[in-house]
């Protein structure tokens, strides 16, 4: 077992020096998508949208549901609107946290 120690210690000295660059969380999230209103579920701070592909979440287009975060944003939406939205993977819930009708 001790034998690993050492190892182990050039491990995480190592690690943060090979880290591969990337997108700061900051970019990421700003990254807005595109998709229509098919549902509101405003008692549970739920929507659904059929949305083109998300790319800050490595998601194709597709019908799917999202929780919303302040629920409040659902009420600048309805069913039927095409909308500019912000998803995010906030502790593996996909999250709406800006949307807006699109023109
Ligand atoms: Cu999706």
Do not use: Y
């Amino acid at each position: 077992m001790k034998k690993w120690i050492p190892l182990l210690a050039a491990l995480a000295i190592a690690a943060p020096l090979h880290a591969q660059p990337v997108t700061p969380p900051a970019a990421q999230a700003s990254v807005m998508s595109e998709g229509v209103v098919r549902k509101i579920d405003a008692a549970n701070a739920k929507i659904t949208l059929k949305h083109g592909p998300i790319v800050n979440l490595d998601m194709p287009g597709m019908t799917m549901v999202f929780r919303v975060q302040p629920s409040e944003l659902l009420n600048s939406v309805k069913v039927g609107d095409k909308v500019k939205f912000r998803a995010e993977d906030i502790n593996g819930t996909f999250t709406v946290t800006a949307i807006q009708a699109a023109p």
